[in-house]
Nanobody, 112 residues
Framework: QVQLVESGGGLVQPGGSLRLSCAASGTIFSIHTMGWYRQAPGKQRELVAT???????DYAESVKGRFTISRDNAKNTVYLQMNSLKPEDTAVYYC??????WGQGTQVTVSS
């Protein structure tokens, strides 16, 4: 069964950085587009960033220039480097594989 496990969340000050990881198993990871989504309390889940098997990336306008998605196919892992964090980035961040496979989420809180 496909499993996606996120890690790296936590509490950071505004302007700080975090690096999230998503480790995949039970899947031929290298051939699939991967994505990061987030969901804040009372809001719908939204797309943050995607990366294709070939390494092409797309970002939500709200995070463009601050976040970077990357992947290491040898480690079956996708990353989200988050810099210049803002309070509005506070959310549970989820990893997704193409065709609707989701991780359990990791909490990111940006607060002073």
């Amino acid at each position: 069964q496909v499993q996606l496990v996120e890690s790296g969340g936590g509490l950071v000050q505004p302007g700080g950085s975090l690096r999230l990881s998503c480790a995949a198993s039970g899947t031929i990871f290298s051939i699939h587009t991967m994505g990061w989504y987030r969901q804040a309390p009372g809001k719908q889940r939204e797309l943050v960033a995607t990366i294709t098997s070939g390494g092409s990336t797309d970002y939500a306008e709200s995070v463009k220039g601050r976040f970077t998605i990357s992947r290491d196919n040898a480690k079956n892992t996708v990353y989200l480097q988050m810099n210049s964090l803002k309070p509005e980035d506070t959310a549970v961040y989820y990893c997704r594989r193409a065709y609707g496979y989701w991780g359990q989420g990791t909490q990111v809180t940006v607060s002073s």
